[in-house]
């Protein structure tokens, strides 16, 4: 313990472990399978990488998502020690070759459930010694929502090839129900393998996804919670023109006493708002995600929200908002099927198309008709010397990544409806 302490303080520059995160790395270390259920944010890379450093051999990660996959393999090549790689498909085939020649050379391997099923990859595996083989977001192995992989189902026969390496399964959402068919499709028996379970949602904040047919209805939904619900509330809004808006509707036609929050406001505007909030001289915020850092109120009873988040972490940073004094409070996720055309928009019109790339690195194009971000983003990369097709590559990427992390989002979302009594019991 002492030990692991010591890798942890020198190796990654941590003073303690997150809870959880000692308990998985002991039953790891005394070489049983593990599943890991800690939230978003709980520190699950950390584990294995801390395995990486303990031990010879490769750490294999099996990872859903691409932009996780980037920035594990970023940050580990950052720290130095170790070379990591990630196998996925934008991988050129002579770059994929070259790498799977020299797979040895590397400490982490990312790899995605489909590069997996490819027979030279396997065959490449098989060639280094695996220390430890890692599922990351494991849930993901089960059947359920828009995203689903076949390819999972085939990594129980993988983990069989490549000699059983010891297997540890990480994930933030898994009811009971998830982890036994987890447990199922990776032939994992419950008697040898160590589970290692935190709550995944505040205990004191209960989610609550509530799918309504049109805005209207949503609209009449908001005014009825905000008059039935008790104590000082948060709505989210994606757009600040809508928080405006809705903060002079509910003003009209509420009691309450309710104002607009967003970053277009001058300083004095959301210092003032801010205060009176603190001071229950105003009963809502109307917000959007400007609204939260450096705000210290720990009695919001409730969070609800309008739209959808821009990204899982933002929405558990704002539903987390409520019941910091540990009091009961409630979180009401508002959902009309299609909502996340608009999380979509907004992330098609920040992100440069290959075509407004070329046009403003030829100069082809009125610069004042482009979104500032695309532009300031563009004229990044000219003042860098960097290409307009490896621009567009990036961009392609980062485009690719934040509609997974919407995914992502929504996925939970609507999970968290489903299953919510659920969640609750565990
Ligand atoms: P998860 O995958 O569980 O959502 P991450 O692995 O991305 O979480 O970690 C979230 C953050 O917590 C990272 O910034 C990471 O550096 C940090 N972190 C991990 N372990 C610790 C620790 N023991 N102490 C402080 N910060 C930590
Ligand atoms: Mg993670």
Redesign the pocket.
């Known amino acids: 313990m002492t030990n692991l302490n010591k890798v942890?303080k020198e190796r990654f520059g941590?003073n303690?472990?997150?809870p959880g995160?000692a308990a998985i790395l002991e039953a790891l270390i005394a070489g049983q399978n593990v599943v890991g259920i800690?939230p978003?944010?709980?520190?699950?890379?950390?584990i294995y990488q801390m395995m990486g450093s303990l031990r010879p051999g490769v750490v294999l990660i099996v990872s859903p998502l691409l932009s996780l996959m980037q920035d594990q393999v970023g940050r580990l090549n950052f720290l130095g020690e170790a070379k990591a790689i990630a196998l996925n498909s934008t991988l050129d085939q002579q770059t994929r070759t070259d790498v799977l020649r020299h797979l040895g050379d590397f400490h982490y391997i990312f790899v995605s459930p489909e590069m997996l099923t490819n027979p030279s990859i396997q065959r490449a595996l098989r060639q280094v010694q695996i220390n430890l083989m890692v599922v990351d977001e494991a849930h993901t192995i089960v059947s359920w929502g828009p995203d689903f992989r076949p390819e999972y189902l085939q990594l129980a026969a993988i983990h069989a090839q490549l000699n059983r390496p010891q297997l540890l399964l990480l994930t933030?959402t898994a009811t009971q129900k998830m982890l036994a068919s987890m447990l199922t499709v990776m032939q994992l028996d419950v008697q040898h393998t160590k589970i290692v379970r935190l709550s995944v949602n505040r205990e004191n904040i209960y989610l609550q996804t509530t799918t309504l047919d049109n805005e209207g209805q949503k609209r009449e939904e908001v005014r009825r919670l905000v008059q039935q619900l008790r104590g000082p509330g948060v709505i989210y809004f994606a757009s600040r023109k809508l928080a405006t808006s809705m903060a002079g509707w509910l003003n009209d036609h509420t009691d309450l006493r309710v104002a607009a929050y967003h970053a277009g406001l001058d300083a004095v505007a959301r210092f003032t708002i801010q205060q009176q909030f603190m001071q229950d001289e105003l009963d809502v915020i109307t917000a959007t995600s400007a609204f939260g850092m450096g705000i210290d109120k720990n009695d919001i009873r409730y969070v609800i929200h309008y739209h959808l988040s821009r990204s899982m972490a933002d929405y558990v940073q704002e539903f987390g908002r409520a019941g910091r004094d540990g009091q009961s409070s409630i979180a009401i996720q508002l959902y009309v099927p299609g909502d996340e055309r608009l999380q979509l928009d907004m992330i098609r019109s920040t992100i440069p198309s290959e075509q407004t790339v070329t046009q403003v690195y030829g100069k082809q194009i009125d610069e004042t008709l482009l979104d500032a971000t695309q532009l300031e983003l563009i004229h990044y990369y000219q003042s860098q010397n960097i290409s307009a097709s490896a621009a567009s590559a990036i961009f392609a990427r980062r485009l690719r990544e934040r509609l997974n992390e919407l995914q992502h989002l929504l996925h939970y979302v609507t999970l968290t409806s489903g299953l919510r009594d659920e969640l609750l019991t565990t």
């Not at 978003?40 to 950390?46: A, E, F, H, Q, R």
């Open positions: 942890l941590f303690e472990f997150k995160q800690l978003t944010g709980g520190g699950k890379s950390l933030a």
